[in-house]
């Protein structure tokens, strides 16, 4: 499977955005999906997970309330709702792709490229 992230870009804090995770060579739907972000000079850290049916989702703190994730198996495609942005929300977002939806890095098989968000004024 092969994952390409996009939707970043420079925003407005509290401005929105949808990121998108598009799989190639591969079908999504026997896959959990996460989102992980990284800042400059920090680690990687969870942001939100989806399972293989949608059915069930879970979100970091700094995440919960404000993002929505979502997937269209259909489309081979997740995504990442981003609402009421913050500056300290600026980092590469990556999607992921795994056997089991997780919030850890190490449990999924698949990364995108990474798509960088901004929130800035």
Request: aromatic letters at 10%.
């Amino acid at each position: 499977v092969q994952l390409q992230a996009s939707g970043g870009g420079l925003v407005q804090p509290g401005g929105s955005l949808r990121l998108s995770c598009v799989a190639s060579r591969g079908s999504l739907s026997r896959e959990g999906m996460g989102w992980f972000r990284q800042a400059p000079g920090k680690e990687r850290e969870f942001v939100a997970a989806i399972s293989r049916s949608a059915s069930r989702k879970y979100f970091a703190d700094s995440a919960r309330g404000r993002f929505t994730i979502s997937r269209d198996n259909a489309k081979n495609t997740a995504y990442l709702q981003m609402h009421s942005l913050k500056p300290e929300d600026t980092a590469i977002y990556y999607c992921a792709a795994g056997s089991s939806w997780s919030i850890r890095s190490v449990d999924y098989d698949y990364w995108g490229q990474g798509t960088q968000v901004t929130v800035s004024s």
